[in-house]
């Protein structure tokens, strides 16, 4: 089997299918920070209804599903193609930026209740979406140094 022309090649395919699927081994890694991600991002949706703030904040209902929702869909993007979500990941952090701030800015004197979910929620979006990024950004440069490296030789 050594002496087969396409040996290197099946070697290599096989390592990036073990390693993630990324040539930098990156993406799995990557998915496991975006799951969690996507869990708290169907929480901010659903969270008037489970916490019950649906009469008392009116205003924050359809804020928090629409944020919720934006969010589940950016993880569930950075999970199929980590390496090109950098972006992504930027943006997910400023939507944990804004759910810290939105009961004082969208709602009407928000109470205990609704200021700790909106700043749980966006803290834990802010660190995973900064780990996002950090990961997309890290298989980004692994690529392109590996790429530079192969245009070499």
């Given amino acids: 089997m050594s002496g087969h022309p396409d040996a290197d090649e099946m070697r290599e395919r096989h ?3 073990m390693s993630g699927g990324t040539e930098s081994g990156t993406g799995r890694t990557a998915g496991m920070a975006a799951a969690p991600l996507l869990l708290l991002g ?3 949706a659903v969270s008037p209804w489970v916490l019950h703030f649906t009469g008392s904040q009116p205003s924050l209902v359809p804020h928090n599903l629409v944020i919720g929702i934006a969010i589940a869909v950016l993880a569930l993007c950075f ?7 950098t972006g992504a990941g930027l943006a997910i952090v400023a939507l944990g930026a804004w759910l810290i701030i939105a009961p004082w800015v969208v709602g009407q004197s928000p109470d205990m209740g609704v200021i700790l979910t909106n700043v749980i929620v966006g803290g834990l979006t802010i ?7 950090g990961l997309s950004l890290m298989s980004g440069k692994k690529k392109s140094g590996k790429r530079t490296k192969a245009a070499r030789t």
């Avoid at 999970?79 to 979500?85: F, G, H, Q, V």
């Fill in 79 to 85: 999970t199929a193609m980590p390496e090109r979500m």
């Fill in 127 to 133: 660190v995973l979406g900064a780990a996002c990024a």
């Fill in 15 to 17: 390592d990036r299918v």
């Fill in 42 to 44: 169907l929480f901010c």
